[in-house]
């Protein structure tokens, strides 16, 4: 890999990107070109690595590019908020010259923002990296909910004499791109050349751009913990492209119906064919793809099943598909296997300003600081490896080259890429942000951190008390160490109630910052986030130790669900210390709830496990949630 001296970047976590003109689409008699201008700032000596690569399957890189530059596009276009600077914005929108060239609008629409907005965030350029395994480009949407990218594999191009055989940086990606993309064709060779040189440009497009990015610190640290997610242990759904073909056109020949519950559920048994059920409608489909290779059989829903539309262009090209499914409300990833590329859309399964979910994910995946392992890896980086053959070329355990490999991608020094068909990604180092620091990434903001000091310092004491309609109420007792101008430690009393299906409600505090609505847009105070945090670590803690230790269950619950035609069957079963309770609920039915009591905690508990175990058997799929 190219290394670089990171630029310091200003205050707010800004991107400062320089290129030496805007990529665009280029035709002669004899030949197409796709001139792709990359960052200066990562050039070695002032002169961006080149590389010139031949094409084979042009038209399919071009929908591939097309769909990936439709992610950036969701949110990309400047939509002034501020009412006022809306009507600068529009003026100066009707005085822009028609005629000016694709890098003179680019010059003054970032001239207009720096003056006008400059907290305007209107998303990053894509990421590419090039390197002996592949062609790869990757991007983050705006809002930081979907991630895309875009994997060529050498057979899929040619590379030309004296092309650089790596570069990872920035590449430029405007309205010029987007516009050029739709011209090309296959009536000649079509050349994609990285690190542009200005003389191949079309007219108008070269030229020194500067962006400034005013990236938020919490949208490139939850980029890299998107990315993290691919480390841990998901369920891989086999699908067909016809399969995906019919999830498609369902989707688009139905709208959503308002306030009804969307998503779609994965019914999946080992052994047997997945199935799909496209929830208000109950439509369902039988996988076509292949069987199940999982451990145990699970419900599982997805939400962000709308996002797959960008799939659409592709199908031509695909030859299956594979839904990488990590929990309920957790990151879903779906690889589109293409022959000699894939496509490959991350979702993060919630809202970035889902502050409770994405808690939940940290606890799943802690940004720990380096190690002196990660050094070693990242050099062991230069070709793709998996954990276990990271793990055996380092001489250490798999669980420790997965923490490293993990720690990296965290610090946007490796990527995952996941294969399908494959037990486990392969991992290859890039930088993807320039000055991009694990220890600056650690937390979203100020009062996260508190949270976790809160917590870590043992000041976070909380109970849970099941109220009549099954939620749970967590109240909590939280003190700060006291200030120098105090009596006493201060005390705080923060509580939410927890929804069946892990949603939550109801948080508040009497702290002044839960008294301030404007700063209650902003998301909840440290206190809140500290009893967040505190019930999941000792959920996490709980869930591990009753894994190791199963004898001291005294409370747990399970529900387990099977479809017999069209009828659904629903068990659930309840360890309450010396009783045992079950609810069976059929499709078309009334409910029935049966219970016993029995002598001691552990005749119960074992007959828990044996209930349990009795429903697994009969191919009951667990469809308890999933984090």
């Known amino acids: 890999m190219t290394t670089t001296d990171a630029t310091p970047r200003p205050e707010g976590g800004a991107l400062r990107l320089r290129y030496e003109g805007v990529s665009c689409y280029e035709t002669t008699a004899e030949a197409q070109r796709l001139c792709l201008f990359t960052d200066l700032h990562r050039a070695e000596g002032g002169a961006p690595p080149r590389a010139a690569l031949t094409l084979r399957r042009p038209l399919a890189v071009r929908e591939g590019l097309r769909a990936l530059l439709e992610l950036a596009g969701l949110r990309a276009s400047y939509q002034p908020a501020d009412a006022n600077t809306y009507q600068t914005y529009a003026a100066w929108r ?108 079309a007219a108008g497009c070269a030229g020194e751009v500067e962006k400034a990015l005013p990236a938020p610190l919490a949208w490139q640290r939850g980029y890299t913990q998107l990315l993290a997610a691919a480390t841990l242990s998901p369920r891989r759904v086999p699908l067909s492209r016809m399969d995906l073909y019919n999830l498609l056109q369902q989707l688009r020949l139905h709208a959503d119906p308002p306030k009804e519950r969307s998503g779609m559920r994965f019914e999946l048994v080992p052994g047997r064919a997945p199935a799909v059920t496209l929830e208000p409608w109950g439509w369902r489909l039988t996988g076509t793809g292949g069987a199940y290779r999982g451990p145990r059989a699970e419900l599982i829903g997805v939400w962000d099943r709308r996002d797959l539309m960008v799939f659409d262009a592709l199908l031509p090209y695909a030859r299956g598909a594979e839904a990488v499914i990590l929990g309920e409300a957790q990151p879903t990833f779906w690889v589109l296997d293409c022959g000699d590329f894939t496509f490959t859309l991350a979702a993060m399964g919630f809202r970035p300003n889902n502050w409770s979910r994405g808690l939940l994910l940290d606890v799943a995946l802690p940004r720990a600081l380096p190690e002196a392992l990660d050094a070693r890896a990242l050099a062991a980086l230069s070709a793709p490896r998996t954990p276990t053959a990271l793990a055996e070329a380092l001489g250490v355990s798999r669980e420790e080259a997965l923490g490293a490999l993990r720690r990296l991608t965290q610090a946007g020094r490796a990527r995952p890429e996941v294969t399908p068909g494959a037990l486990e990604p392969s991992f290859e180092a890039r930088e993807l942000f320039v000055g991009f620091t694990p220890e600056a990434s ?41 200030a120098p101008h105090m009596a006493a430690e201060p005390s705080y009393a923060p509580q939410f109630q927890l929804k069946e299906g892990a949603g939550m409600r109801k948080v508040s505090c009497d702290c002044a910052w839960m008294k301030d609505r404007e700063k209650q847009k902003l998301g909840p105070c440290a206190h809140a986030q500290a009893l967040w945090l505190r019930c999941a670590l000792d959920d996490a803690a709980r869930a591990a130790e009753l894994a190791a230790h199963p004898e001291r269950v005294e409370r747990a619950s399970k529900v387990f669900v099977r479809r017999d035609g069209d009828v659904e069957r629903s068990r659930a079963v309840t360890l309450r210390s010396r009783r045992l309770e079950e609810t069976w609920e059929d499709t078309g039915a009334a409910p029935r709830r049966f219970h016993r009591v029995f002598n001691t905690v552990a005749a119960a508990r074992a007959a828990y496990f044996q209930r349990v175990a009795d429903l697994a058997r009969r191919d009951f799929m667990d469809a308890s949630v999933s984090s």
């Open 94 to 201: 009707r005085g822009l010259d028609p005629m000016i060239t694709p890098v003179e609008t680019t010059r003054a629409l970032f001239a207009f923002l720096a003056e006008h907005d400059p907290a305007a965030w209107v998303g990053c350029d894509p990421t590419v990296s090039l390197s002996p395994s592949g062609l790869r480009f990757e991007l983050l949407e705006p809002e930081g909910r979907l991630y895309g990218a875009l994997t060529l594999k050498p057979e899929a191009y040619e590379a030309q004499p004296g092309s650089a055989e790596r570069l990872c940086a920035q590449v430029e990606a405007g309205a010029a791109l987007r516009d050029g993309l739709a011209r090309l064709n296959t009536a000649t060779p079509v050349t994609l050349l990285l690190g542009a040189d200005p003389a191949q440009a």
């Open 442 to 482: 650690r937390h979203r903001d100020d009062r996260e951190a508190l949270a976790y000091a809160l917590v870590a310092q043992g000041r976070v004491a909380l109970t849970r008390s099941e109220l009549p309609t099954g939620e749970v109420e967590v109240q909590g007792a939280v003190t700060e160490p006291k």
